[in-house]
């Protein structure tokens, strides 16, 4: 029984009904292709919607989640309770001479385009990361020896009273899969990015060796969450999972890849049950030979099924 049918004409006040959805299935919102229903989906297109809905759900005392586009995000198979917040609508972007301002909702991969089109480099390395620039800023997302924190100049943020902030990379206090973001709960909405001219076939050159990198070496034909664990200090998580014996692993429907040990993956019509009963087990196992705890850089949300 869905308790939170009644906020849904307040909703449609704010955002246009076409972008309103009702036990929405999860699954169809994460890159793991998992998820039960989430009670109300909400997909506004300005910054003015985000917090009206903001303000709506904190008025009347309603749960509420904010995601990108799903490709960090395992959502429990009972779903989720009250709304959630999705804002890949949030999309524009804007190039002027060595600076990006992309809004959160923007794909890295969109961003890596306009930096190659205006021959800008120093992004080069998260050209093959799925997420969008929101999900990027929150964990300080990187890659191949690059991170956020590398480029970033300024991020307007909301913060948890619905008040906008502009905050500076230094006040964003971004650390290895971690930030400000991520402490105080702000919602990015807009980040500025500082790069450098370059060369366009340079650049161009860098992006096609680093995809034929990922492709190599990632699992990408299955649906997966990327890399499902935090590298713990002075290890990699791939190969202390590799050296357990767990490569190819598999509980249910999901699997520890044969490709990259680092990545669990919906081999077969996983449940979120199967990819947390397996990502306890990876822990477990290392832990026990090895004495190093693994912890998830994946968000884990919402509801286990009841009984």
Same mark, same amino acid.
């Given at each position: 029984?869905?308790?939170?049918?009644?906020?849904?004409?307040?909703?449609?006040?704010?955002?246009?009904?076409?972008?309103?959805?009702?036990?929405?299935?999860?699954?169809?919102?994460?890159?793991?292709?998992?998820?039960?229903?989430?009670?109300?989906?909400?997909?506004?297109?300005?910054?003015?919607?985000?917090?009206?809905?903001?303000?709506?759900?904190?008025?009347?005392?309603? $749960?509420?989640? @904010?995601? !990108?586009?799903?490709?960090?995000?395992?959502?429990?198979? &009972? %779903?989720?309770?009250?709304? #959630? =917040?999705?804002?890949?609508?949030?999309?524009?972007?804007?190039?002027?001479?060595?600076?990006?301002?992309?809004?959160?909702?923007?794909?890295?991969?969109?961003?890596?385009?306009?930096?190659?089109?205006?021959?800008?480099?120093?992004?080069?390395?998260?050209?093959?990361? $799925?997420?969008? @620039?929101? !999900?990027?800023?929150?964990?300080?997302?990187?890659?191949? &020896? %690059?991170?956020?924190?590398? #480029? =970033?100049?300024?991020?307007?943020?909301?913060?948890?009273?619905?008040?906008?902030?502009?905050?500076?990379?230094?006040?964003?206090?971004?650390?290895?899969?971690?930030?400000?973001?991520?402490?105080?709960?702000?919602?990015?909405?807009?980040?500025?990015?500082?790069?450098?001219?370059?060369?366009?076939?340079?650049?161009?050159?860098?992006?096609?060796?680093?995809?034929?990198?990922?492709?190599?070496?990632?699992?990408?034909?299955?649906?997966?969450?990327?890399?499902?664990?935090?590298?713990?200090?002075?290890?990699?998580?791939?190969?202390?999972?590799?050296?357990?014996?767990?490569?190819?692993?598999?509980?249910?429907?999901?699997?520890?890849?044969?490709?990259?040990?680092?990545?669990?993956?919906?081999?077969?019509?996983?449940?979120?049950?199967?990819?947390?009963?397996?990502?306890?087990?990876?822990?477990?196992?290392?832990?026990?030979?090895?004495?190093?705890?693994?912890?998830?850089?994946?968000?884990?949300?919402?509801?286990?099924?009841?009984?």
């Amino acid at each position: 029984m869905n308790q939170y049918l009644h906020l849904v004409p307040e909703i449609k006040e704010i955002v246009e009904e076409k972008n309103v959805f009702i036990d929405e299935p999860m699954r169809k919102h994460t890159y793991f292709k998992i998820g039960g229903p989430a009670d109300i989906l909400v997909l506004p297109e300005t910054i003015e919607q985000v917090i009206g809905l903001l303000k709506l759900c904190i008025s009347k005392k309603v $749960p509420h989640h @904010i995601i !990108g586009n799903g490709s960090n995000l395992l959502v429990k198979d &009972g %779903g989720i309770r009250g709304v #959630v =917040i999705k804002l890949c609508s949030l999309n524009q972007i804007e190039v002027e001479e060595d600076k990006i301002t992309a809004m959160c909702g923007v794909l890295l991969s969109d961003v890596s385009k306009s930096a190659l089109q205006n021959s800008l480099t120093g992004f080069e390395f998260a050209c093959g990361i $799925p997420g969008t @620039i929101g !999900g990027a800023v929150t964990m300080n997302a990187g890659a191949y &020896g %690059g991170e956020m924190v590398d #480029v =970033i100049e300024t991020a307007l943020v909301l913060d948890e009273q619905c008040n906008l902030k502009i905050l500076t990379n230094e006040e964003l206090e971004l650390g290895y899969r971690t930030s400000a973001v991520m402490k105080y709960n702000y919602i990015v909405l807009k980040v500025t990015l500082k790069l450098k001219q370059g060369e366009y076939e340079e650049i161009n050159g860098r992006i096609k060796e680093l995809t034929a990198k990922r492709e190599e070496k990632q699992p990408l034909e299955y649906p997966s969450a990327g890399s499902t664990f935090k590298r713990p200090v002075g290890f990699f998580a791939g190969k202390l999972i590799q050296d357990s014996g767990l490569k190819g692993k598999s509980l249910g429907g999901a699997a520890v890849s044969e490709k990259h040990s680092g990545f669990i993956i919906n081999k077969n019509n996983a449940s979120a049950k199967d990819i947390l009963d397996l990502i306890n087990l990876v822990q477990n196992t290392v832990k026990e030979k090895f004495g190093v705890e693994l912890h998830t850089e994946i968000r884990i949300i919402g509801d286990d099924i009841a009984g």
